[in-house]
């Protein structure tokens, strides 16, 4: 038996059903290894690369079979406009309120989250959820959005996560959770120079790290667990 994960991002036990982009073929057979079905978002018509396939872009999960897909909505999801990366964790949002979907925003206000703004559109991308009022991140604006809201939130550098195309990933397009306490990596997580202080940080709420792979970390636009066992 299985059921939608209630908190976006945050499922109460073992998770059944991700979203995530099969551009690494490897993460996609490791996931279906531990049990867990990877849905993959369609393809987004007017993005290129491998982020067309990227579930932060492709698809917000507000909770519960609460989704909001690009495919679906009336505006066009281009790499300039994307309109669903928004970060949805606990009771906070954070996001460009100018440049998000503005239907997603109103039914995520209508449902009691409050709604933060930062200047970063791939705010999705750009946090790691490590917990309902804790995130990571490498961006500066929403580090301070963090800092003024009390929400509790590692900074890291920038680099060392690929992304074809790009100089650098985000921490929050390569990882998820697979249950309550494990956030799972698309890579080596001890890669990464700031591994111990992620380690650390996420131990704080009882989250083990593991990581997926002995490559580098590789910004594949998220594992958005959506379904859990009962």
Not at 4 to 16: D, I, K, M, T, Y
Not at 135 to 151: A, L, Q
Not at 165 to 177: P, S
């Amino acid at each position: 038996m299985e059921r939608f994960v209630e908190r976006a991002n945050l499922p109460e036990n073992r998770v059944s059903e991700v979203i995530m982009s099969d551009y690494k073929p490897l993460l996609k057979k490791e996931l279906e290894i531990m049990g867990i079905r990877v849905q993959v978002p369609k393809r987004l018509e007017f993005v290129e690369g491998s982020e067309s396939y990227h579930a932060d872009m492709a698809v917000c999960h507000l909770g519960g079979n609460r989704f909001f897909y690009a495919d679906e909505i009336d505006e066009t999801v281009t790499a300039k406009k994307p309109l669903l990366n928004v970060c949805i964790f606990g009771d906070n949002v954070i996001c460009n309120i100018r440049k998000a979907y503005k239907p997603l925003i109103e039914t995520l206000e209508k449902g009691g989250k409050r709604i933060l703004h930062t200047n970063q559109s791939y705010a999705k991308c750009s946090c790691a959820v490590v917990g309902e009022n804790a995130i990571i991140t490498s961006d500066e604006g929403i580090y301070r959005v963090c800092m003024e809201n009390k929400i509790d939130v590692l900074k890291i550098s920038v680099g060392d996560i690929q992304l074809d195309g790009y100089d650098y990933g985000f921490i929050g397009g390569c990882c998820g959770f697979v249950d309550k306490n494990t956030l799972v990596f698309s890579g080596n997580v001890k890669l990464h120079k700031n591994y111990e202080d992620i380690k650390a940080f996420a131990g704080n709420y009882n989250v083990d790290v593991v990581s997926l792979s002995g490559e580098m970390l590789y910004d594949i636009g998220g594992i958005l667990p959506v379904k859990e066992f009962l």
